[in-house]
């Protein structure tokens, strides 16, 4: 069975860091690039960073350039979303995806989806 467990969510005051894990499981993890979106209430869903492999090339949505990072050990098929100086605006339901496109930004290019973590992060 295809999974993938995001974990790692919670709530931290702005300025604060959380690292958000998305365990694989049930796929060769390394034949896929690794996405991360998020979902605040009232809102579409948004792209926030992405890694291919191989390769490990990255993208980041502009709001998160700088703060987050992205990065994965495919020895132990996990991802990885390092966020720092976390602001009000970050808060959301974080859901990590995977997908053996080459456009890694769109959301509809993904296939497996995590359950959703939630992130709130507090003035």
């Known amino acids: 069975q295809v999974q993938l467990v995001d974990s790692g969510g919670g709530l931290v005051q702005a300025g604060g860091s959380l690292r958000l894990s998305c365990a694989a499981s049930?796929?060769?993890?390394?034949?896929?690039?690794m996405g991360w979106f998020r979902q605040a209430p009232g809102k579409e869903r948004e792209f926030v960073a992405a890694?291919?492999?191989?390769?490990?090339?990255?993208l980041y949505a502009d709001s998160v350039k700088g703060r987050f990072t992205i990065s994965r050990d495919n020895a132990k098929n996990t991802g990885y979303l390092q966020m720092s100086s976390l602001k009000p605006e970050d808060t959301a339901v974080y859901y990590c995806?995977?997908?053996?496109?080459?456009?890694?930004?769109?959301?509809?290019?993904?296939?497996?989806w995590g359950q959703g973590t939630q992130v709130t992060v507090s003035s």
């Open positions: 049930g796929l060769t993890y390394s034949n896929y690039a």
């Open positions: 890694i291919r492999w191989p390769g490990g090339n990255t």
């Open positions: 995806a995977g997908t053996s496109s080459v456009v890694i930004h769109l959301a509809g290019s993904y296939r497996i």
